[in-house]
């Protein structure tokens, strides 16, 4: 029989209870990196990527709606129609100063602040408003409305509509021709409708004055 020997324990040393297990060790989580609580600040990744998509959709609806036409494209035909000298192009408020020739609409000189917006019209436009529409590289269709048939109307319409960021129609009861086509600087009458030589004067003439490309008006009432 082996003698027992009696295990002592050193001094100071922690005695274990029976059946008593040693205490885990405790994790320490890494901190953050700064750019996590950066991330972490917006509301985490799926926040940020659902503010991006929403921004995205919104530059596609914006990028969508602009004009079909475009500044790039610009003529360098010999420009259409009969050259008429204009006064400065001042900014004004009082109507009597916008400068209208007897049976044409104006092409250029004074004019309001306020352009006249692209599209088609049922009623006369101001002559101010839109002079400055013509300064910003607009294409300016008007007719007289005791003198054009609704069939020539209708095809005015459908032309200035496959030009929409770069035309007004309108009807001017003051014009002398059937229909007069009007750039800065540029005027062109019809007795008949041509729509060969409408859509050409549009293509040649359009933004080849002053101010080219200028499109950021909303409709005026």
Same mark, same amino acid.
């Given at each position: 029989?082996?003698?027992?020997?009696?295990?002592?324990? /050193?001094?100071? &040393?922690?005695?274990?209870?029976? *059946?008593? =297990?040693?205490?885990?060790?405790? #994790?320490?989580?890494?901190?953050? !990196?700064?750019?996590?609580?950066?991330?972490?600040?917006?509301?985490?990744?799926?926040?940020?990527?659902?503010?991006?998509?929403?921004?995205?959709?919104?530059?596609?609806?914006?990028?969508?709606?602009?004009?079909?036409?475009?500044? /790039?494209?610009? &003529?360098?035909?010999?420009?259409? *129609?009969? =050259?008429?000298?204009?006064?400065? #192009?001042?900014?004004?408020?009082? !109507?009597?100063?916008?400068?209208?020739?007897?049976?044409?609409?104006?092409?250029?000189?004074?004019?309001?602040?306020?352009?006249?917006?692209?599209?088609?019209?049922?009623?006369?436009?101001?002559?101010?408003?839109?002079?400055?529409?013509?300064?910003?590289?607009?294409?300016?269709?008007?007719?007289?409305?005791?003198?054009?048939?609704?069939?020539?109307?209708?095809?005015?319409?459908?032309?200035?509509?496959?030009?929409?960021?770069?035309?007004?129609?309108?009807?001017?009861?003051?014009?002398?021709?059937?229909?007069?086509?009007?750039?800065?600087?540029?005027?062109?009458?019809?007795?008949?409708?041509?729509?060969?030589?409408?859509?050409?004067?549009?293509?040649?003439?359009?933004?080849?004055?002053?101010?080219?490309?200028?499109?950021?008006?909303?409709?005026?009432?």
């Amino acid at each position: 029989m082996r003698p027992t020997r009696n295990r002592t324990t /050193a001094p100071g &040393s922690p005695v274990e209870a029976p *059946g008593a =297990t040693a205490p885990r060790p405790v #994790a320490v989580r890494a901190p953050k !990196p700064a750019w996590r609580e950066t991330v972490d600040s917006f509301g985490g990744f799926w926040t940020i990527a659902i503010i991006l998509a929403a921004v995205l959709i919104v530059v596609a609806l914006v990028v969508a709606s602009q004009p079909k036409n475009s500044i /790039a494209r610009i &003529s360098t035909d010999a420009l259409m *129609g009969e =050259t008429v000298t204009n006064s400065p #192009a001042n900014h004004i408020t009082d !109507p009597a100063l916008v400068e209208i020739p007897k049976g044409n609409p104006p092409v250029g000189g004074p004019h309001f602040p306020v352009p006249q917006a692209t599209g088609v019209y049922s009623g006369a436009v101001p002559d101010g408003n839109t002079i400055h529409s013509l300064e910003h590289g607009i294409i300016w269709l008007s007719y007289n409305p005791q003198k054009a048939d609704a069939s020539t109307i209708s095809k005015l319409a459908s032309i200035a509509k496959s030009y929409s960021g770069d035309t007004i129609l309108s009807p001017r009861p003051d014009n002398t021709s059937t229909i007069t086509l009007a750039s800065w600087g540029r005027l062109l009458q019809m007795d008949q409708l041509n729509e060969g030589t409408v859509k050409q004067f549009i293509e040649t003439n359009r933004n080849r004055s002053p101010e080219p490309g200028v499109r950021d008006v909303a409709p005026m009432p």
